[in-house]
């Protein structure tokens, strides 16, 4: 339900969303006291207003955050776990989340949108979307990558057999009528993280790799693509994945920009980004740890890591 974590300069702890809400929120209290940040979901009992407002120093996945725009968030909660009660009769599993969905897109509130935000940069509460995470769940059946992305063979196919299965059982699961309902919601997690960049709020570029079809590496740059649809700059996206992280790990003085005195691995493009940002696929090369790996190097490591898939 939690781990920790350390890093050489920063440690922190990481909550996950099935935390009950008294333990979630004895976790925060000891981690006020010993001066300990906390990462990660919002656990399900818990809103992420509260999140907030208990110091959770960053928010994964927009965990909580749909639910905390709606307009009635303290009745989602209720009929999120009626069926854990046993009061709940004569409704589906299927019918159940349906409903439960439908009822999230529909009441979507643009004042509990910028009221949440508000939250959150008054707290210093840092976002991570994984919006390249949320997009599978939104598009199981349409998306490409479940079907024919040429980089599946860069997977072990035992872990791309298990994606693919997850895969065929979500299919199995879903309706003609939940896909206007998933993509409504995708949408709406778009347009919170085009709000949360311009109010203030900060975000960081992440995947969540390797959750299925979300490939290790190559995940990151669907990431910035995806937060440039959402409605960031090709600038803003970038940032999120350099200087933000440095800032949020405390390493800004030493690390996240190209600078005198400072340490920098650093991608050479074919191409500006800024122009497109699919242009960060275009890699010349790579410096890292004062290493420089041309273009053929790069090749090279890749054709080592599908035959590695190959036989695994």
């Known amino acids: ?31 006020k006291q010993e001066n300990i940040s906390f990462v990660g979901h919002v656990p399900d009992r818990v809103t992420a207003a509260e999140a907030s407002a208990a110091g959770q120093h960053s928010i994964e996945h927009l965990t909580g955050v749909l639910r905390g725009c709606a307009t009635d968030e303290p009745k989602l909660m209720r009929e999120q776990f009626l069926a854990a009660t046993g009061k709940e009769k004569g409704l589906s599993s299927n019918t159940r989340q349906f409903d439960w969905d439908l009822e999230l897109w529909m009441s979507f509130s643009e004042a509990r949108v910028h009221a949440l935000l508000t939250e959150f940069v008054a707290n210093g509460t840092w976002q991570t979307p994984t919006l390249i995470l949320l997009q599978q769940d939104a ?33 199995a699961d879903l309706k003609p009528r939940d ?15 085009d709000e949360m ?11 969540d790799a390797p959750a299925p079809f979300v490939y290790p590496g190559f995940g990151l740059h669907d990431e910035l693509a995806l937060l440039v649809d959402a409605g960031l700059t090709p600038m803003q996206a970038l940032q999120a994945a350099t200087s933000r992280a440095a800032e949020f790990m405390g390493k800004s003085a030493t690390q996240g920009t190209i ?19 699919h242009n960060t696929t275009r ?5 890292v740890r004062g290493k420089l790996l041309d273009r053929a190097e790069l090749d090279a490591l890749l054709s080592s890591v599908e035959k590695f898939a190959a036989v695994h």
């Open 139 to 171: 598009y199981p059946l349409g998306n490409p990558s479940l079907s024919a992305d040429a980089r599946m063979k860069y997977i072990p196919g035992i872990v791309l057999a298990r994606w693919k299965k997850v895969a065929k059982e979500d299919a």
């Open 179 to 193: 896909v206007p309902v998933h993509v409504g919601l995708m949408k709406n997690s778009e347009h919170i993280v």
């Open 259 to 277: 600078e005198k005195g400072k340490v920098a691995d650093v991608v050479l493009l074919d191409a500006d980004p800024l122009a497109d940002i």
């Open 197 to 207: 960049q311009s109010a203030g709020v900060k975000l960081l570029a992440g995947t």
């Open 283 to 287: 890699i010349s090369a790579v410096i």
């Open 1 to 31: 339900m939690f781990t920790t974590c350390y890093g050489a300069a920063w440690d922190f702890i990481k909550v996950q969303s099935m935390l009950p809400r008294d333990v979630y929120f004895a976790i925060a209290a000891a981690c």
